[in-house]
């Protein structure tokens, strides 16, 4: 993510379809003429928000989605629409109206049918919930469909904190509260926040958008290792866009080393773990891998595995997980042991792997950080690269990116088979030497999997250009 500045030549807009439907619910919300109804199955379909690959064909889906409405004086409003696609090039959205029992979804309204069956698998890394079952669109045939997600529902207030400009680390630009509680700096980068009075939250891409004028601004969420919660702040009047990046603690000191890790499955456990203490709500241990591949000159492929802590909630430490200095990950109980060292804490992590339903979480660690006993968990679940294939993305100016395999990306006629991968946040950055091209994957609505294209020039002196590609390019 860039500084803060003024990207004039943008191709497509980012997340516009998402952003679209985002003003339309805040449009109804605030229309009194407009009654709308909440299904009383929603809490229970809320767990399985996710964007489902179906095996309809290449690019099929299914994306249970669910956006949480923020509005003065009421409570928020969670409403769950179903985006379909069962050819892969064309996609509706449809109300969540049928019924869910906690395992079985039945919804037959308007032409539509749907009759699937979603599991959880128990234990094991790779997706959170498998669905199986038929749907049948309006004036269509049944069809058969079986499919997976990694996705997991993440809560806006899971990124409870302030956040700085990351190149005025002294300067306030936002501040996420309890409550639902939005304070924004209106995007004059003076330190004065203001209250968000409105609001839409997307739970599948941790997406904030609210107008301000003729403003929209567009807050993704995610996380930064040491450096906490980040955000890419883009606001976009007309067809330009002001792009900051904002972090919770954007003085933490980079990590730089070069370890050794290999075969283990501590990657598997990639996560953004809540670790809180009596007098620090806010405490955290992340664990983010990156995938590096070199192919281009070496047939190498590494996984670095950053560790990264605060107990303060405030400030960090970090480091990379290095196999040849004392580092020990038991693969038989998931614990990785790391001996006190110059500038190192001691620490002993264990993970284990279960979905809990009161609470949402995929992994629990428990351990010590310097003899002081953590316990925390957290929600994220990392994605596989090839997740994001099975169709091209494009969008109307010929832009074309297509996800070769876990390995390597193609755009726009160059292949790349020099990447680093996060699989926690879905970013590609090719090449891993003077990188000029960095992805930042997901899902954008009806256009299914999409992407925010930032391509730099090597010598940085002019503005990066902003586009995004989509699976199902649809209107502007």
């Not at 995007?187 to 209250?195: E, R």
């Not at 003729?214 to 007309?238: D, R, W, Y």
């Not at 809540?274 to 241990?285: E, G, R, V, Y």
Request: proline letters at 6%; charged letters at 10%; one cysteine or more.
């Amino acid at each position: 993510m860039y500084t803060t500045q003024q990207l004039n030549s943008i191709q497509a807009l980012p997340m516009e379809e998402l952003s679209n439907y985002h003003s339309l619910l805040a449009q109804q919300c605030n229309d009194p003429k407009v009654q709308l109804t909440i299904n009383p199955d929603t809490t229970k379909l809320l767990p399985f928000n996710g964007y489902y690959t179906l095996n309809a064909a290449n690019g099929a889906f299914l994306a249970i989605d669910t956006n949480m409405v923020v509005q003065p004086n009421v409570a928020p409003i969670y409403i769950i629409t179903l985006l379909i696609s069962l050819d892969g090039v064309t996609s509706g959205r449809y109300d969540f109206s049928g019924t869910f029992d906690g395992t079985h979804l039945s919804q037959q309204a308007n032409g539509l049918t749907i009759d699937l069956t979603f599991t959880r698998p128990t234990g094991t890394y790779g997706p959170t919930v498998n669905c199986s079952g038929s749907i049948t669109l309006p004036g269509k045939t049944a069809v058969s469909v079986s499919g997976n997600t990694y996705n997991n529902p993440i809560p806006a207030d899971l990124f409870i904190g302030d956040f700085y400009n990351s190149t005025a680390p002294t300067q306030k630009v936002m501040s996420i509260q309890a409550n639902n509680v939005l304070m924004y700096d209106g995007g004059t980068s003076n330190g004065v926040l203001q209250a968000v009075p409105s609001y839409v939250y997307n739970m599948n891409m941790y997406y904030f958008s609210f107008q301000q004028g003729e403003t929209m601004v567009k807050l993704i969420m995610g996380t930064a290792a040491a450096q906490g919660f980040a955000c890419n702040n883009m606001s976009v009047t007309g067809t330009s866009v002001v792009s900051r990046s904002l972090l919770t603690i954007p003085n933490a000191a980079p990590i730089t080393e070069i370890p050794y890790i290999e075969n283990t499955q501590l990657p598997d456990f990639s996560g953004y773990y809540q670790i809180p203490q009596a007098n620090a709500p806010l405490a955290f241990l992340s664990v983010q891998a990156q995938y590096i591949t070199l192919s281009e000159k070496w047939d190498w492929d590494v996984y670095l595995v950053m560790i990264s802590y605060s107990l303060d909630g405030v400030t960090s430490k970090g480091f990379c997980v290095d196999l040849s200095k004392g580092m020990i990950f038991n693969n038989a109980t998931n614990t990785l042991t790391v001996p006190a060292a110059k500038g190192q804490d001691a620490l002993t992590l264990t993970f284990t792997r279960s979905y809990n339903p009161s609470t949402g979480s995929l992994v629990n660690v428990t351990g010590t950080i310097n003899n002081l006993p953590i316990s925390g968990s957290t929600l994220f679940n990392p994605v596989p690269l090839f997740a994001f294939g099975g169709v091209p993305l494009t969008n109307k100016n010929g832009d074309k990116m297509t996800i070769n395999n876990d390995n390597s990306v193609t755009f726009n006629d160059t292949i790349y088979n020099s990447i680093i991968y996060v699989p926690l946040m879905y970013i590609v950055a090719a090449p891993v030497k003077n990188t000029n091209l960095v992805l930042s994957l997901g899902t954008d609505g009806l256009r299914g999997n999409a992407c925010i294209v930032t391509i730099a020039t090597l010598d940085k002196t002019t503005n990066p250009v902003i586009s995004a590609v989509y699976a199902i390019d649809g209107p502007e």
